[in-house]
């Protein structure tokens, strides 16, 4: 049976962006471990849960009523009870202006080496977009580890919408470079981005549009031998440069779950451009 670690923001994911590629590896028989930042159980944003969703930028509706129902009833139902707790699994790097420095750090490197042999036992890692990773995700150096851990095993990374950003800034400590440069990816485009209103659960924030433009920071990241592809105008964008299978947004969800088994089953390593 294959097995598939889930990472979930616990300030809101976009439903479909789960229910998606969740429900085309139950339809193979894998096995999903969910797991969040420090353990909470995770929720839906509302605007996924609601039929009928009109999208500003795209000025279409993107939330239908099948996706709309799906993620009403995991979001009430029990399975993303008890994730794992991210925070207790893997450990913080140290301050570089830390007493006794070196110590440490050579302690978090060994204790991070027995976490990455944890991670064996999984055959892929899937992030969730939404706006939510915005907060608790793209810039968690415990999620950039858990990304390096499966990139140093060669197994599948797969990533959503906003949360491809933690592909970006998951950097080796000691070189800092970023490990999709030369690769190619997707992620929200310019054109897709909100002018306002990008909200998050458990607080009343409204940022307006997103705090950063995912697309430049893409550009940047994979240059100058790789590629962005943000595909506008198409309805699906989804890139695979093993180990990283990228979806830009909701629409891209499904097939993000059915090009993953194409890589888990059939050893496919190139898709989408």
């Not at 930042?37 to 993107?62: I, N, Y």
């Amino acid at each position: 049976m294959k097995k598939v670690l889930v990472v979930l923001s616990e300030y809101g994911f976009w439903g479909e962006e789960l229910v998606g590629p969740l429900e085309v590896f139950d339809q193979h028989g894998y096995e999903a471990v969910f797991m969040t930042p420090t353990g909470k159980r995770p929720h839906a944003l509302p605007p996924s849960m609601e039929a009928g969703f009109f999208d500003p930028p795209l000025r279409k509706v993107v939330t239908d009523e099948y996706y709309a129902s799906k993620t009403r009833e995991i979001d009430a139902g029990p399975r993303l009870e008890n994730p794992i707790n991210l925070s207790t699994w893997f450990p913080e790097r140290p301050y570089f202006s830390s007493d006794e420095f070196s110590h440490k750090m050579e302690t978090y490197y060994n204790t991070r080496a027995e976490c990455w042999k944890e991670l064996e036992a999984y055959d892929a890692l899937l992030m969730v977009g939404g706006s939510g990773p915005l907060i608790d995700m793209v810039n968690n150096q415990r999620l950039h580890d858990v990304i390096l851990g499966f990139r140093s095993l060669d197994k599948l990374i797969i990533a959503e919408c906003y949360a491809v950003t933690c592909l970006a800034f998951a950097r080796e400590w000691d070189d800092r470079k970023s490990i999709i440069q030369g690769k190619h990816v997707t992620g929200h485009a310019v054109e897709y981005d909100y002018k306002d209103g990008t909200g998050f659960l458990n607080t009343d924030l409204n940022m307006g549009p997103p705090p950063y433009p995912l697309e430049y920071i893409l550009r940047d990241a994979t240059a100058p031998t790789g590629q962005y592809h943000g595909g506008v105008g198409r309805t699906t964008s989804t890139i695979l440069d093993y180990p990283f299978l990228t979806g830009r947004s909701t629409q891209d969800s499904r097939l993000v779950g059915e090009t993953a088994v194409q890589v888990l089953e059939h050893g496919l390593r190139r898709y989408g451009w």
